[in-house]
Every structure is written in C-alpha cells, then in structure tokens.
C-alpha cells in the first residue's frame, strides 16, 4: 500500500537527519561503523561459515584447544583458523603469544616449529605439543593471539581487497574462505593466483563488471584451485555453500542462510 505523503516526507526527514548527524561524528573525529563482512554480526557468520567447513561445527569459538593432523601434508592444524605447522601461521602465532606471555605452554617448541615449518613433520613437537595447545587454549591471551593473527593475515587483507574490488558481504566471504583455505601466496594455487584467475574471466565490479558475473568467475577459479590439490577436492564448500548463497542473490550475506559441506546441513536463522 502507498505510504501517505506526510508520513513518507517525515521518513525521508528523519532519513537525512540522520544521515547528517553521522557524517557530523565522521567529520569530527568519529570511527566510522563497520560496514559489510568486518560489521561484528557479519564476522560472526563469516567464523560460523568458516567452522561448518573447518570443524563441522558452527561453534567457532570452541575450536581455540582444537589441533591435529589431518593428514593434508601440512602437519598439525590447530585453532579458529586452522593455523598449520607446515605453513608458518602457527609459528607467527605461537612467537606473537610468546612475546606477549614469555614462559607459555607452547614457548619451549617455537625451535621445532622453526624447524618442521614448510614439512609435514612432528619433529621435535610429539609426544607434547597438542596437550600444551590445548593447556595455552584456557588462556585469554591465546585465545586473543589467535583472534589478532587471524585478523592480521587472514581476514583484514581479504576483506580490505574485496572492498576494493568493489565486491559486497558475500564476496568478502569468498575472498577470506580462499584466503584460509590457499594461503595469502600470489602462486597460482594461492589467493592471489585465484583472484588472478578470476580477474581473467570476468571484470571486478571496481572495474565495470557485474559483481555475481565476477564472483560466479571468482569461485570458479577456486573450485580449480582446489581440484589441484588431493586434500582439497571436495569443493563442496564451495559448490553447496557460497554458490547457494549467490545463486539467490544474496549478496549481503543476509540470514536464514542454509548450505551444505562435506554431506552436513547447517542453517543460520
């Protein structure tokens, strides 16, 4: 029904009052709010989304003591991100929770993680290294380690990137998925590569294209990446989840969500 023209005038007044009363906190100094996939709801999803497929759970926040090998040639994964002996994430880790927290569970094994990163080896870290993990995990300051190196190298890059690509919630989404997944590395089974890739068969929306024609082009490139590699050719992550998601146009990310990975439902209401 047509909203009376009083009525529809008083909202586009209240629209711009408020509008000029956050870009007057903007302008004097104020931290803009959050917007797309860094909103702090957002973010949760984006963890939740990442746990479905990392832990076949949607409680990300329970996977801090998480570690074992997984068999995928990079040693011991552990914790929210699956940070990963093989690939230097969890030494940065463990040396950041070191610097901050001298004398930790975990400080006495940061030269056999200097040791075995770039291996699949447990050199150096069995028989202890997971009970100590799982001890650092009952602290706060692993806890916060965990969440700032996560930002640092994972999901702060990949959002700022996909902004700048001009691509909205979901996009954002399917840059961190990629970034976690492959690595922050510019080789072709790395994000860099994959965006590059993607970039190849279809414009970012930053340079004129349209954003699903892209994103379609940019998960296409992923589900490539990860037919290369043994560990990783289930693409259902990919293919029953964020296609879902952009198959129905939401861009933004917007709950309910449903999807499925590796044959497990999971909904967010």
């Known amino acids: 029904m047509p909203i009376p023209y009083a009525r529809a005038a008083r909202r ?28 702090p709801e957002k973010k949760d999803i ?44 969890m030494l940065a880790l463990v040396e950041l929770y070191t610097e901050r927290e001298p004398g930790n569970a975990l400080a006495g094994y940061l030269p056999a993680l200097r040791a075995v990163d770039g291996t699949d080896s ?45 691509v909205g919630t979901l996009g954002q989404f399917a840059y961190f998925d990629a970034m976690v997944m492959h690595g922050p590395g510019s080789d072709a089974l790395s994000f860099g590569g994959i965006r590059r890739r993607a970039r190849g068969l279809a414009d970012t929306p930053a340079d004129g294209g349209d954003e699903t024609a892209y994103l379609n082009a940019f998960l296409d490139a992923r589900v490539w990446a990860m037919e290369q590699e043994a560990a990783h050719r289930d693409v259902t992550r990919v293919e029953t989840a964020q296609r879902v998601f952009l198959a129905a146009g939401n861009l933004a990310l917007t709950p309910p969500l449903t999807w499925r990975v590796y044959g497990d439902g999971y909904t967010i209401d």
């Open 12 to 39: 586009t007044l209240l629209a711009a009052l408020g509008t000029a009363v956050f870009a007057g906190r903007w302008a004097s100094g104020g931290a803009a709010p959050a917007t797309g996939l860094d909103a």
């Open 46 to 89: 984006a963890m939740r989304l990442v746990s479905s497929a990392e832990n076949s759970s949607l409680d990300w926040k329970a996977q801090y003591r998480y570690i074992e090998d997984i068999g995928d040639g990079r040693g011991y994964t552990g914790g929210i991100i699956g940070f990963c002996s093989g690939t230097s994430d």
């Open 122 to 166: 447990h050199e150096g870290l069995d028989p202890g290294f997971a009970a100590a993990w799982r001890e650092a995990a009952g602290t706060s300051a692993f806890r916060r380690a965990q969440r700032d190196e996560r930002d640092r190298v994972y999901f702060d890059p990949a959002v700022a990137r996909a902004k700048r690509d001009g």
